[in-house]
């Protein structure tokens, strides 16, 4: 068998088949797809700043995409980087200005912030868009 690469049929993630002599290597290619649901599991056992770092990544790849940002968004939240939880979530709500959770997590983030009268505002519009905000964020 002469040495090249073939895709392999099925396989997700960008794996490719390398054939040098008698051997099969599979290498991987991580794809976009692959880092978000890496970052997914990586937010749901409370790793956030890891989270955080791929989704980065997978916004840099596709930044209009909503679910990736709000996921970031939320990274950045739960490890008390507010700053950078609010700038992603006026991103959102400037563009996807229907997202009710993003108004809400918008004024929770305020208020960690001790920025109470601001987020008033936020809690309110999301109130207004069905988000349940009596809960103590």
């Known amino acids: 068998m002469r040495a090249g690469r073939h895709s ?3 396989c997700g993630f960008g794996s490719w088949l390398t054939h040098s002599g008698n051997s099969l290597n599979v290498m991987t290619e991580e ?3 692959r880092r978000y649901e890496r970052a997914q599991l990586f937010f749901e056992a409370k790793d956030y ?4 770092e791929l989704l980065e990544s997978v916004i840099a790849d596709v930044p209009n995409d909503l679910a990736p940002r709000e996921l970031l968004a939320r990274s ?3 490890s008390a980087q507010l700053k950078r939880a609010e700038t992603q979530l006026r ?4 563009h996807h200005p229907a997202e ?3 108004h809400l997590m918008l004024g929770r983030t ?3 912030q001790s920025r109470h009268e601001e987020a008033q505002s936020w809690l309110r519009i999301a109130d207004a868009l ?4 009596s809960s103590a964020g």
């Open 8 to 10: 392999t049929p099925g």
């Open 100 to 102: 009710a959770y993003a």
């Open 91 to 94: 991103w959102i709500v400037e």
């Open 76 to 78: 950045y939240y739960h």
């Open 31 to 33: 794809t976009t797809l």
């Open 130 to 133: 069905g988000a349940d905000t």
């Open 49 to 52: 700043i890891v989270a955080a």
């Open 110 to 112: 305020l208020q960690r």
